[in-house]
Antibody
Framework: EVQLVESGGGLVQPGGSLRLSCEAS????????MHWIRQAPGKGLVWVSH????????TYADSVKGRFTISRDNAKNMVYLQMNSLSAEDTAVYYC??????????WGQGTLVIVSS | QSALTQPPSASGSPGQSVTISCTGT?????????VSWYQQHPGKAPKLLIY???KRPSGVPDRFSASKSGNTASLTVSGLQTEDDADYYC??????????FGGGTKLTVL
């Protein structure tokens, strides 16, 4: 069974940093691109970032470019999202997803990030 | 890039059919046959319903069907059931490994 388990969310002050983690299991991790997608409270889904299966190619939404960094450790089946210079607009549930043919076929339960003073 | 455009709400009675539209541009839906649809119940993670415009993952009932014409994609839910009451999101590949989502449609089964 495919499982994606996010962790690392929490309350952080504006301007602060947070590192999200996603542990993957139940599939051959090195075969798949991984993406982070977020959802602000009561709002829709927004794509955040992508990383290829090797960890060498990354892409970011304009809203997070220069502040967020996605990475992966294929030896540990882990994906990370380092988030810096956080603002209230980054408050959301962050989902780790496994993507194939541009479709997110597996989702974690999400981890909530709240940016507030 | 702007989000794809979906109607904020849709409704239907049990047994009826409802269609949800998703409008993009020639840079996303109009160019790529990589349109997906997701269902999300309150407090839950989204679930993939449709990928590559018309394909259903294993386990998704054939009551869910989809299509695309030009810059607009559509999801049809036939034989509405109470458990179909949920939010629905469309998504399209937008090039450069980026995904674009619609704003979501709240489907109410009356």
């Amino acid at each position: 069974e495919v499982q994606l388990v996010e962790s690392g969310g929490g309350l952080v002050q504006p301007g602060g940093s947070l590192r999200l983690s996603c542990e993957a299991s139940g599939f051959i991790f090195t075969n798949d691109r991984m993406h982070w997608i977020r959802q602000a409270p009561g709002k829709g889904l927004v794509w955040v970032s992508h990383i290829d299966k090797y960890g060498s190619d990354t892409t970011y939404a304009d809203s997070v470019k220069g502040r967020f960094t996605i990475s992966r450790d294929n030896a540990k089946n882990m994906v990370y999202l380092q988030m810096n210079s956080l603002s209230a607009e980054d408050t959301a549930v962050y989902y780790c997803t496994r993507v194939s043919v541009a479709a997110a076929n597996s989702w974690g339960q999400g981890t909530l990030v709240i940016v507030s003073s | 890039q702007s989000a794809l455009t979906q109607p904020p709400s849709a409704s239907g009675s049990p047994g009826q059919s409802v269609t949800i539209s998703c409008t993009g541009t020639s840079s996303d839906i109009g160019t790529y046959n990589y349109v997906s649809w997701y269902q999300q119940h309150p407090g839950k993670a989204p679930k993939l319903l449709i990928y590559e415009v018309t394909k259903r993952p294993s386990g998704v009932p054939d009551r869910f069907s989809a299509s695309k014409s030009g810059n607009t994609a559509s999801l049809t839910v036939s034989g509405l059931q109470t458990e179909d009451d949920a939010d629905y999101y469309c998504s399209s590949y937008a090039g450069n490994n980026k995904l674009l989502f619609g704003g979501g449609t709240k489907l109410t089964v009356l």
